[in-house]
């Protein structure tokens, strides 16, 4: 049996810890704060009882659970990502814990008037007599992906305990920078040396996803001219007008608050700029490859067009690809599916498998060698005042954990 309070109290002294990563960092990982939680999973690792534990200079983490069986099984891995997103602050968290939560509004901080309703977030509702681990309101939570990190260790730890259940080689991997998109680009998947990995890092309970968006970044800088504006007719390119035009140019029913399911969308999440120059950054996706290239093509032709307009370069486009849809490289490994799948189904949990709105250190593992779907971590909420788990969805991840190393032995007797 998992303790409530054990994990309880293991995601919250990760979760106090500050792991922020920054996208104008050129460092791995992005912040050096990010080192106290990775110093700290190490030596969690070694007291646990796992081996080969390793942190190499960007602050990713390997370790292993050896076999306990006597014939050749799949070496599975399990991975999570410890930073936090630089969407919502993480810094001073104080993680509240609402034990048999009545079904009502959360008053998360009073002074400030900021309620958790399941009014508004109607996911709530299904946790009536659950126990909520949710923050004052006033930062996010970090269980995107400390959740995952948490159920990781909890689950080797217990197999460690429980030597009567067969399980062969584990790894385990944890990453910094995953929620600025580069939480893989640094995992030495050679050195991992696993057949196959799950991430865990879903959110409700029982979702199972093996299909991302493709995914890139463009970046349009648009430039200007000033002039003293008493005598800047025919003079003056104001790049803010311009800006205003490109954005009104795509098509607006596709961003996300427009866009469900398979839905593609461009998505504008920073403007900068005065009158000389005006920054636009982007996010584009979607899961058609021919789709995804034609949004790219898109914003291209849209800087074209407006450039033949004033007869000049007044629009720059840098696009990136940041990763791809990892269905192209899972689809031929299904069986890795159906042992998730499977295992949930023999703790009574309703596999939901769906695709990933959002990108995931899955992704791009897929691409690199590794195929990697993903698993639910039990989160709600994520980057934002309102996120919350229950502890309740966290064990039974730790219990599929189990199970999927367990069956995985199953298979290959």
Known sequence: ???????????????????????????????KKQWDLAHKLVEELKEIGLEDVSIDKHAYIMATLPSNIDHEVSTIGFVAHFDTSPDFTGANIKPQVIENYDGKDIVLNAS?????????????????????????GTT??????KAGVTEIVTAMEYLIQHPEIKHGKIRVGFTPDEEIGRGAHKFDVSKFGADWAYTMDGSRIGELEYESFNAAKAVVTIKGKMVHPGYAKGKMINSMYIAQDFINSLPRKETPEHTAGREGFFHLYSIEGGVEETVLQYIIRDFDKKQFETRKEVIKELAHKINTQHNKETVCIDIKDQYYNMREKVEPVMHI????????????IIPLIKPIRGGTDGSQLSFMGLPCPNIFA?????????EYVPAESMIKAVEVIVKIAELTAKKNM
Do not use: C, W
């Not at 499977?342 to 009574?348: F, Q, R, T, V, Y």
């Open 378 to 386: 039990g989160g709600h909420n994520f980057h934002g005042r309102y």
């Open 1 to 31: 049996m998992i303790s409530k309070q054990h994990i309880i109290n293991r995601l919250i002294s990760y979760v106090t810890i500050d792991t922020e990563s920054d996208p104008k960092s050129n460092t791995t990982p992005s912040t």
């Open 337 to 348: 599916v159906d042992i998730a799948a499977e295992a949930m189904k023999s703790l009574d």
């Open 140 to 145: 996010l939570l970090g269980a995107d992906d």
């Open 112 to 136: 400030e008037n900021i309620i958790l309703s399941p009014d508004y977030f109607d996911d709530l509702k299904q946790y009536k007599g659950q126990t909520l681990i949710t923050t004052d």
